[in-house]
Protein backbone atom coordinates (compact mmCIF):
# COMPACT_ATOMS: atom_id res chain seq x y z
CA UNK A 1 0.00 0.00 0.00
CA UNK A 2 0.93 3.85 -0.83
CA UNK A 3 0.62 6.14 1.67
CA UNK A 4 0.05 10.18 1.30
CA UNK A 5 -0.85 12.04 4.19
CA UNK A 6 -1.75 16.23 3.63
CA UNK A 7 -3.21 18.53 5.77
CA UNK A 8 -0.77 20.05 7.50
CA UNK A 9 0.12 23.70 7.91
CA UNK A 10 0.51 26.83 10.32
CA UNK A 11 -1.91 27.28 13.18
CA UNK A 12 -2.15 29.71 16.27
CA UNK A 13 -2.30 27.64 19.59
CA UNK A 14 -5.66 26.80 20.25
CA UNK A 15 -7.02 26.20 16.50
CA UNK A 16 -7.71 23.24 14.35
CA UNK A 17 -6.39 21.11 11.84
CA UNK A 18 -7.79 18.25 9.72
CA UNK A 19 -5.47 15.44 8.58
CA UNK A 20 -6.21 13.26 5.45
CA UNK A 21 -3.99 9.96 4.71
CA UNK A 22 -4.90 8.77 1.23
CA UNK A 23 -4.10 5.23 0.16
CA UNK A 24 -3.75 3.21 -2.76
CA UNK A 25 -2.93 -0.60 -3.86
CA UNK A 26 -4.04 -2.92 -1.52
CA UNK A 27 -7.32 -2.99 -0.48
CA UNK A 28 -7.81 0.10 2.58
CA UNK A 29 -9.93 -1.99 4.91
CA UNK A 30 -7.18 -4.60 5.43
CA UNK A 31 -5.13 -2.73 7.18
CA UNK A 32 -4.95 -1.15 10.80
CA UNK A 33 -3.87 2.26 10.59
CA UNK A 34 -2.41 4.92 12.58
CA UNK A 35 -1.22 8.37 13.23
CA UNK A 36 2.28 8.89 14.32
CA UNK A 37 4.40 12.39 14.94
CA UNK A 38 8.05 13.61 15.42
CA UNK A 39 9.03 16.73 16.70
CA UNK A 40 12.33 18.11 16.00
CA UNK A 41 15.16 16.07 18.35
CA UNK A 42 12.82 14.03 19.48
CA UNK A 43 11.54 10.11 18.87
CA UNK A 44 8.65 9.32 16.45
CA UNK A 45 5.45 8.64 18.88
CA UNK A 46 2.27 7.05 18.58
CA UNK A 47 -0.28 9.55 18.17
CA UNK A 48 -3.56 7.90 17.24
CA UNK A 49 -4.74 3.94 15.97
CA UNK A 50 -7.82 2.58 14.26
CA UNK A 51 -9.01 -0.67 13.61
CA UNK A 52 -9.87 -1.88 10.29
CA UNK A 53 -13.63 -0.84 10.54
CA UNK A 54 -13.16 2.24 12.15
CA UNK A 55 -14.82 0.60 15.20
CA UNK A 56 -12.51 0.43 17.60
CA UNK A 57 -9.81 3.58 18.08
CA UNK A 58 -6.56 4.31 20.29
CA UNK A 59 -5.29 7.74 21.81
CA UNK A 60 -1.88 8.40 23.33
CA UNK A 61 -2.95 10.17 26.61
CA UNK A 62 -2.02 13.47 25.91
CA UNK A 63 -4.40 13.79 22.77
CA UNK A 64 -7.45 12.47 24.51
CA UNK A 65 -10.37 14.85 24.10
CA UNK A 66 -8.47 16.65 21.55
CA UNK A 67 -7.84 14.46 18.77
CA UNK A 68 -10.44 12.32 16.77
CA UNK A 69 -9.14 9.74 14.46
CA UNK A 70 -11.18 8.32 11.82
CA UNK A 71 -11.36 6.13 8.84
CA UNK A 72 -13.63 5.97 5.21
CA UNK A 73 -12.84 3.11 3.67
CA UNK A 74 -14.68 3.73 0.71
CA UNK A 75 -12.56 6.75 -0.21
CA UNK A 76 -9.44 4.37 1.04
CA UNK A 77 -8.99 7.32 3.55
CA UNK A 78 -7.99 8.19 7.00
CA UNK A 79 -8.29 11.21 9.00
CA UNK A 80 -6.99 13.09 11.88
CA UNK A 81 -9.11 16.01 13.54
CA UNK A 82 -7.05 18.35 15.26
CA UNK A 83 -8.45 20.73 17.76
CA UNK A 84 -7.04 22.66 20.71
CA UNK A 85 -3.64 22.85 19.38
CA UNK A 86 -0.87 23.60 21.07
CA UNK A 87 2.73 24.72 20.68
CA UNK A 88 4.02 20.99 21.61
CA UNK A 89 2.05 19.38 18.87
CA UNK A 90 4.62 21.08 16.61
CA UNK A 91 5.74 17.83 14.73
CA UNK A 92 6.00 16.33 11.29
CA UNK A 93 2.87 13.30 11.55
CA UNK A 94 3.14 10.02 9.57
CA UNK A 95 0.29 7.78 8.87
CA UNK A 96 1.16 4.10 8.75
CA UNK A 97 -0.67 0.74 8.07
CA UNK A 98 -0.50 -2.79 9.43
CA UNK A 99 -1.28 -5.48 8.27
CA UNK A 100 -1.69 -7.93 11.56
CA UNK A 101 -0.32 -5.92 14.54
CA UNK A 102 -1.38 -2.72 16.03
CA UNK A 103 2.04 -2.47 17.29
CA UNK A 104 4.30 -2.67 14.44
CA UNK A 105 3.70 -0.96 11.08
CA UNK A 106 4.99 -2.04 7.57
CA UNK A 107 4.03 1.10 5.68
CA UNK A 108 4.80 4.35 6.26
CA UNK A 109 3.41 7.64 4.47
CA UNK A 110 5.75 10.63 4.01
CA UNK A 111 4.67 12.88 6.63
CA UNK A 112 2.98 16.56 7.06
CA UNK A 113 4.26 19.30 8.79
CA UNK A 114 2.20 20.85 11.77
CA UNK A 115 3.28 24.06 13.01
CA UNK A 116 1.48 25.70 16.11
CA UNK A 117 2.15 28.79 17.22
CA UNK A 118 2.37 30.69 20.65
Known amino acids: VQLQASGGGLVQAGGSLRLSCAAS????????MAWFRQAPGKEREFVAG????????HYADSEKGRFTISRDNAKNTMYLQMNSLKPEDTAVYYC????????????WGQGTQVTVSS
Open 96 to 107: AASLADPLRYEY
Open 25 to 32: GRTFSTYI
Open 50 to 57: ISRSGGVT
